[in-house]
């Protein structure tokens, strides 16, 4: 089997990048449909439209409804596209944002451009829409032949989210060098459809090293409220380096961990990343990793406020039987948990669920003091 990578075709990161939104795209048509809600355009629209002024592009707007079901991507095309002279795909804001843009230019066969305003998921450059219905209940997966041909981090506008967003983003990130470290062991197949190149391994590790070198920096620097390299070079780990990772080098122990966390109701008030976290203490723990390695990945949890207990997931009352539920979901056929490279059984994950929970609290009580 060959070796794969998909990356976006064009990553632009800078503050202030918005306001030069049209010159980065005009090369891809002559009109952009802009999708953003109607209380983003207020806060960025002025600066949207400047960029628009002096270019070769026009812009027309699309106030988003809100969810990304079938029903908005089809009033979009309907309404902006099939009958219009929209010809480039611009989604500007949150996830569903993000994934209702890439399904509107996948289905027109436009080109498509991302610009995310929070640093929450590696989601932003990947291959795929995650679907829901109109009731928000999750739809389906939308698998793209390519990834956006361009996406743009204003870093001034993400450092003005809230600091929990991009912690939750470091949280998603953290699990990048785990899962293709046990996914290049195991050999197996990642979302590209292909085997782990060294260059995914080599971003892999560079997501890492970043994180724990520029996390704690960074956290402090956007409660300050200032945007400083250590920002910058976190909003490219949690989008760009974990982004292009998780397709090219897989999912393994802590994305299906995740999932099987959100048959809790206790946990639903948690963002992605910090539901990750957790799984990836928990990956380690069913590994056996070192010990060295799991109290590193611990006492950095713990400094910039990722959980590492149940407790701090909102499961502070959470029996056997929920905890069996959760391993049962999380190792259903199918889920990336069987790119780990060995057995896994709903038995070792209920095991190391309760291991990583009791470690978090022995390790909270540690760096505590």
Do not use: W
Not at 141 to 152: D, G, R
Not at 265 to 277: L, R, S
Not at 303 to 327: N, S, Y
């Amino acid at each position: 089997m060959a070796k794969i990578l998909f990356s976006p075709s064009k990553y632009v990161q800078g503050a202030g990048e918005l306001a030069h939104l049209a010159s980065h795209i005009e090369s891809l048509g002559k009109t952009a449909l802009i999708i953003i809600t109607e209380s983003g355009f207020k806060r960025v629209g002025e600066k949207i439209e400047s960029s628009f002024k002096e270019s070769n592009c026009s812009m027309e707007v699309c106030h988003f409804n809100g969810e990304c079901s079938e029903v908005e991507v089809n009033r979009i095309i309907d309404k902006y596209v099939t009958n219009g002279s929209c010809d480039i795909i611009v989604g500007i804001g949150g996830g569903k944002i993000a994934d209702t843009a890439k399904a509107v230019a996948y289905y027109t066969k436009k080109p498509v451009v991302v610009c995310p305003t929070i640093a929450s998921t590696d989601a932003p450059c990947s291959a795929l829409s995650v679907l829901y219905t109109e009731e928000g209940v999750f739809d389906k997966y939308l698998f793209l032949p390519q990834n956006p041909n361009m996406v743009m981090m204003d870093t001034e506008i993400i450092s003005k989210s809230p600091v929990r967003l991009t912690v939750a983003g470091i949280g998603d990130a953290l699990a990048t060098y785990f899962e293709a470290r046990a996914c290049k062991i195991s050999g197996a197949t990642s979302c590209a459809g292909g085997k782990t190149t060294q260059a995914a391994m080599a971003l892999a590790s560079l997501c890492l090293d970043t994180l724990l070198k520029e996390g704690l920096k960074a956290k402090i620097a956007l409660e300050a409220g200032a945007c400083t390299d250590a920002v910058e070079n976190i909003i490219e780990a949690n989008t760009l380096l974990s982004g292009i990772e998780f397709e090219s080098a897989g999912l393994a122990g802590a994305h299906a961990i995740h999932n099987g966390l959100t048959v809790l109701e206790e946990c639903h008030h948690m963002y992605h990343g910090e539901k990750v976290a957790f799984g990836t203490v928990t990956q380690l723990v069913l590994e056996n990793a070192e010990k060295e390695e799991i109290e590193k990945i611990y006492k950095f949890c713990i400094e910039i406020g990722l959980p590492v207990t149940l407790a701090q997931l909102g499961a502070t009352d959470v029996t056997k039987e929920q905890l069996l539920e959760v391993a049962k979901a999380a190792c259903v056929e199918g889920e990336t948990i069987h790119n780990m490279p060995f057995e896994v059984t709903s038995e070792k994950v209920y095991n190391a669920l309760l291991t990583a929970d009791a470690l978090g609290k022995y390790y909270l009580q540690k760096f505590a003091q």
